[in-house]
Every structure is written in C-alpha cells, then in structure tokens.
C-alpha cells in the first residue's frame, strides 16, 4: 500500500506508488531510464515547501535527499559545482568552509538548490536578481535519459529555460553557482509606521544592501529588515534577545495568537494590534548564511506575486484598502521584498525589475476568500505568481504574461517528448 506524504503546509496529498533516494547522478539516470521502459512518470521532491502540487504524483517519486554536497570548487572563478539536493542551509555551511557564500538569499533556507532554482525563489535587495541567476551551469538528465549539459556558453537558450523550469525538463542533477567570498552581514529589524516606509521607500531600497518590510494588517505598523555588509572590525552580534525574539516570540509565541485567532475569528484584529505593540528591535551581526535564514515553526499557506516595482505603491495602497472595506479575518504580516529584473524564460521577474508581495494565512483556518479577493489586484498590475506559492493561474494567464512561454514549452517537448515528468497540475498549469 502506497504511504501518503504530504507537503510542508500540510494542505496537498498524494500517494506515490514508489519513493526513490537516489545517491549518485548514475542511479538517477538508471531511475529515469526505468521509468521510460516501464511507462511511469516522475516527479521531484525536494523539500515539499511549495504550496501548490508540483511534487504530488501517483507514481515515481524520486527524493535527492542522499544526493548532497559540494563536487568541486574553482577558487579562481569562486564557482562551486555542487550536488543538486543540497539543502540551503547545508550548502551555506559548506560554502563557508571554503571562504565562500552565495551572492543573495531568501528567508528560508530549508529547500534543496534544485528546488529553490526550480520555482524561482528569491531574496530581497535591488542589486540581486532571484537565486536562479546566480547559476552558471547546469546538468540535468532528461526524459530521454540523456544526460544534458547547458550554461550560457553551451546551449545558452536551454539554459534559459533550465534556470527556472518546474521540473518540466528533466531532473536536476549537478548546479555550479557563482559565489563570492564569504561575508558578514548587519542586520537592523525595527518597528516603524507604516506610512513612513512608504514614504522613504525608494530611498531605503537604494541607500541598503537587502531591504524588507512586513505589513501588520488592521494597523499602521511596519517591521522592517535591513541587511548590509558588517565591516571587518565590527564584532559578531549575537545574544540571548536575538534567540528570544526569533525563536521564541516569532514562533512560540506567535504560534498561541494564531490559534486565539482561530478560535476567536472576531479577535483577530486584536490579534494583529497585539503582534505589532510586540515587535521589538534587533540588530545582529554573523556570517550571511546565518542572517538570512528565520526558523519558520508555525505553517502557513501562502500567495505571493511579482509585480513591475514601479507599480507596488498602487498595488499596496489597493491591498490596504482591500483589507480595509472586507474587514478579513487574517491577522499574519504580509512580505514586500524587491528583485532586480532578468532575461530567464519563466522567472517571474523576466524582463522587469520586481516587487514581490506575499500574503499568508495560518495553515488551520480558511484560507480561499482571502486569496481570491487578492489575486485580481496582483493580475491587473501584470503580477506573476511565484510558482511555488498559491495561484490560479490558467494557461491563458502564463501565455499573456510571459514572453517566452512558447520557447519554453518548445524546450520541454524537446527534452521530454514522452511528458515523463508532467503530473495533472503541471498538465493544466501548461496546457500540456
């Protein structure tokens, strides 16, 4: 009997009739080869911290989980080609073993390289496109069985559809990132009203390194995050206030107003006026691997959408006034993060810069009213979803909003004519 698994936030299901943990790229390509000869399809786990079915399949999953760490290191060009199930915070750790960090990253660090490349997530500063821009190579083995190799010298079209591709290629087996020499970051976290991070916002995105805020809804507060490089003589910053604030009052603590707040729905507003007086300020100063990354302990769904940076003041004002007249019953912060634009085929910061907005609900209470009232706004500013996160995105949206969604599907019909590693969602997502 097949075991049902299911992902990060709990809300999708599936039973797979088989799990492989491949160790090598060979058992891999072995795996696939098998699939072909025996009419199973594949898909990927890495993680399970998207929240829509990329991973769900009732037949082959393969997990790289014992397919990790670093395969050769260039101190020369500080690129590092390392095994595609690496997850982030192991790679941070290995990096820094050899003096290197990654350029940029998200909040979470939990997710496999592979994974992480495959949605499009991303980190926040104006300076930095989404993690799959820094990837220089890629190997993967397709639906032929074939091993391909790709990067911008050697099929430099087919890496632009790799860098981001819902695992519709082929699975992802070996990623060489360009790195930089390791680094320190100081991060400030503060409280602040929210119409005067409006107000300097151009200014603080220009004027610091990574830049973020967090919204509280049915208030007037912000809690904002700024990072930038620590200089050599500034100590590291860590104490016991740090740890209280992050790991206690962010989830523990957090953790009982979410479930008041689940209870209670009429109190929710109280809920969010009460996290907002109990934000406190923090400043820490460690090595960037170690500042980027939040322990997230309470689940949450969430949608999170990109839309033209020079659109967000009118995308946020419309989001406040949404919550404002329909009075939800949602008290978590929502996320307003910033990426440079690049030139990757479904990245949902193709061709613009970006402001990424990202709403959550906790994963035990309704979540649909919500998400369906916000998706409108997002999609009359052009917004993209990031493909990890919730949408409802038809084939008809992602040919409108994306340039080069022919040249991708004409990418995956090359590399997997036989639609190996296409599930239902991903079937209804592409119109495959």
Known sequence: MSKTLKNWAQNVRWNPNEVAFPSSQEEVQQLVQQAIEN???????????????????????ISLDNYQGIIEVDKTTNQVRVKAGTKLWKLGAL???EGLAMENLGDIDVQSIAGTIST???GTGTGFGSISTQVVALRFINGKGELVSCSPSEQPELFKAAQVSLGCLGIITEITLQCVPAYRLRLENKKEPIQEVLASLEERKKKHRNFEFYWIPHTETAWTKTSNIAENSEPDKLNFFNYWTEYVLENYVFKLFCEYARWFPSQNELV?????????????VYQSHKVYATKRMVKFYEMEYSVPAECYQDVFKDIKKLLAAKK???????????VRQ?????????GRDAAYIACHVYNKKEYREYFDALEPIFKSYQGRPHWG??????????????PKF?????FQKQQDPDKLFVNPYVQQLFGL
Not at 389 to 402: A, G, I, P, Q, W
Request: glycine share 4%; net charge positive; proline share 4%.
């Open 39 to 61: 009419h199973r399809r594949i898909r990927l786990i890495g993680t399970g911290h998207s929240f829509t079915p990329l991973c769900s399949t009732a037949e082959l999953l």
């Open 95 to 97: 990096l820094f073993q």
């Open 120 to 122: 499009g997530t991303h």
């Open 272 to 284: 969010s006026k009460i996290t907002a007086a109990s934000i406190s300020n923090v400043a820490k």
């Open 328 to 338: 939800f019953r949602v008290h978590f912060p929502i996320e307003n993060r910033w």
């Open 342 to 350: 690049d030139d990757i085929y479904m990245s949902p910061a193709y």
């Open 389 to 402: 996160k919730m949408h409802n995105f038809t084939k008809e949206d992602v040919v409108r909003s994306y």
């Open 406 to 410: 022919i040249d991708f599907l004409n």
